[in-house]
């Protein structure tokens, strides 16, 4: 569609999110620099309609990330006061359907219901990311793809050689690997930096994909005693949704409450069913977000119709998991007994405790900045002109709060309450203040030049509606 074509409809009605969601894409396809796409080049700004896409997503985690701070305070100070046996209570208080093994705490629920909204989210950013966004394209997908590895393996690496000569504690080999996207941004908007558009974009790719590894390190690795029947049926469910999913237009037209009420109910079979097979899940979180369709216009640079499902999806889906599943499932989570001053020390002094600091905090920037530099080498890609490698370390270093995911993995590695457990936990918390801390320090000295890229992103000398930065062509 021509930008003339996307004038004439957002003409007539303004404010609807169809007509804002052509607009975008109409802009995208017509404005984008064919430079750019051929060109390998870090922490690029992307097109237009992408930077406001991950703008709009990170203000919502914004919110979604000072919820979730407030609420493993919240659990961190109830479980350390003298009414501590009642946050217990709560959170191991157990309610559901015995016979469909949903007889679970409320911990557990929080864990393994509550989480799903946030993976299904998860997946359905995955789907766009490979289908419409920047992960599409080889050169520019393999250095936030490498970055994240990196940022996997190395912390991986460093906790399991802390913790070699204990079985039960190299267990936990994969909480330091996750990185915690809205707990990142909340520290960003905490200390007030005028990050610029390119590295928002690095930022919340690389957490895609992290979010990705995540994915399949608990699908693999922290399953077992497969149940072969419920796994089977799964199919049954998935198949009916993924049919109506990708069907929904010829059927119910432009509707999408209608798909959703439809959508719901089999979504939460997929669901029960995968739980009973013994995988977790999450996971069926991500393959149902998975299943659901993503347009192809903005990768393509045809006309969009309206929005897809995907996109609706995620416009109402996130506020409930940025502000409430996520929340509420760090408030059953974080909630560990220190035992005053004596106990913390005891807990940091532990090798769980002090290989998931070291991981995270200095792990996680080595082995993102590590490997990215080492591709830009081998593919000779290019940093982003108006940034240095001191904005990528920054990014590094902010990547090693890894809270929500990591205090999951916790648990799948040593069981809810265990005392690797609550050492696990005190680490999570410690290094990802330590991390928000250390990016802090970072970011800021290099606010100034945040703000000078800021107000270029904001020039549009031809007042066409997209600033001028984005149809320059670059080298």
């Known amino acids: 569609m021509s930008l003339e074509a996307a004038y004439r409809l957002v003409s007539g ?112 950013e995955l789907k766009r990311e490979f289908v419409a966004g920047d992960l599409r394209q080889l050169n520019k997908a393999v250095v936030p793809i490498a970055a994240a590895a990196g940022g996997v393996v190395i912390p991986a690496l460093i906790y399991a050689a802390i913790n070699w000569g204990d079985p039960e504690a190299v267990r936990g080999w994969a909480i330091p690997t996750a990185t915690d996207i809205a707990f990142a941004v909340a520290v960003l908007a905490l200390i007030g930096s005028h990050l610029p558009t390119a590295l928002r974009i690095f930022l919340l790719t690389l957490a895609v994909v992290d979010d990705l590894i995540a994915i399949a390190i608990i699908a693999f690795f922290y399953t077992s005693d497969i149940q072969v029947a419920p796994l089977l049926l799964t199919l049954i469910p998935l198949a009916l949704y993924t049919f109506v999913a990708q069907k929904y237009r010829q059927f119910l037209g432009t509707k999408p409450l209608a798909a959703w009420l439809i959508l719901l109910p089999i979504g939460i079979s997929v669901w029960v069913l995968v739980h009973a097979s013994g995988i977790h899940a999450t996971v069926a979180g991500v393959i149902l977000g998975f299943a659901i369709p993503v347009l192809r216009s903005a990768a393509t640079g045809g006309a969009a119709a309206g929005p897809g499902l995907a996109e609706i999806f995620e416009h109402r889906f996130r506020p409930l998991s940025a502000g409430f599943a996520v929340p509420l499932f760090a408030f059953f989570s974080a909630g560990v007994t220190v035992g005053g001053f004596d106990g913390f020390v005891d807990a940091v002094a532990h090798p769980v405790t002090i290989g998931i600091v070291v991981a ?74 330590f991390a928000a801390l250390c990016a802090s320090v970072i970011l800021r000295s290099r606010n100034r030049h945040y703000r000078r890229i800021g107000q270029e992103e904001s020039i549009d000398a031809d007042g066409d509606g997209i600033p001028d930065v984005y149809q320059r062509e670059t080298d």
């Not at 090693?400 to 690797?420: D, K, M, N, W």
């Not at 457990?421 to 680490?427: C, E, I, L, R």
Request: no cysteine.
């Open 13 to 124: 009605e303004s404010g609807s999110l169809v007509d804002r969601y052509v607009v975008d894409q109409s802009k995208d396809a017509d404005m984008t620099p064919p430079d750019r796409k051929l060109k390998p080049k870090v922490a690029g700004r992307g097109t237009y309609s992408e930077a406001q896409r991950i703008s709009a997503i990170l203000r919502k985690e914004t919110v979604g990330g000072a919820l979730l701070v407030a609420s493993a305070v919240l659990a961190l100070v109830w479980a350390n006061s003298p009414f501590a046996s009642g946050y217990f209570a709560l959170r191991d208080f157990t309610i559901g359907y015995e016979p469909w093994h949903l007889n679970l705490s409320l911990g557990q629920w929080a864990a393994d219901g509550l989480l799903a909204i946030f993976f299904f989210l998860v997946g359905l």
């Open 360 to 433: 995270l905090v200095l792990g996680k920037p080595i082995g993102i900045v590590g490997t990215t530099w080492l591709v830009t080498k081998v593919t000779r890609a290019q940093l982003d002109a108006s940034l240095k490698w001191i904005d990528i370390i920054g990014m590094a270093v902010l990547a090693g709060i890894g809270f929500t995911v990591s205090l999951l993995v916790a648990e799948l590695s040593f069981g809810l309450g265990s005392p690797h457990d609550d050492n696990a936990k005190v680490a999570i918390l410690v290094a990802s203040v």
